[in-house]
């Protein structure tokens, strides 16, 4: 069993930033792909950034792309996920998932919901003009 939980979401201004944090506990200790994903009100859960826990790959949506940078401490067992020049259109739920067994190596899984079997709690950032 696998847990996860998110934190450091908030309020901020256009422009502003925020990183948010995901603590993993549970059996973490194979190959695992970790990701954030988002869902704003009335709309699909969508990718917004993965990582292999081992190290290596990382991919962005195109939304996210110079702007938020994922990474992650083996040592903590934890993903960040560090958001610079939030827009009002970055305002959504946040949630935190993982796929254990992965690799992260396909780009068109790695940010796609069904593949990740664990999902956090969600923390709520919220981004106004």
């Known amino acids: 069993q696998v847990r996860l939980v998110e934190s450091g979401g908030g309020s901020v201004k256009t422009g502003g930033s925020l990183t948010l944090s995901c603590v993993a506990s549970?059996?973490?200790?194979?190959?695992?792909?970790m990701a954030w994903f988002r869902q704003a009100a009335g709309k699909d859960r969508e990718g917004v950034a993965s990582a292999y826990r081992g190290g290596g790959s990382t991919f962005y949506a195109d939304s996210a792309k110079g702007r938020f940078t994922i990474s992650h401490d083996k040592a903590k067992n934890s993903v960040y996920l560090e958001m610079n020049s939030l827009q009002p259109d970055d305002t959504a739920m946040y949630y935190c998932a993982a796929d254990i067994g992965a690799t992260c190596m396909d780009p068109n899984l790695a940010l796609s919901p069904p593949e990740y079997q664990h999902w956090g709690q969600g923390t709520q950032v919220t981004v106004s003009s």
């Open positions: 549970g059996d973490t200790t194979r190959n695992t792909c």
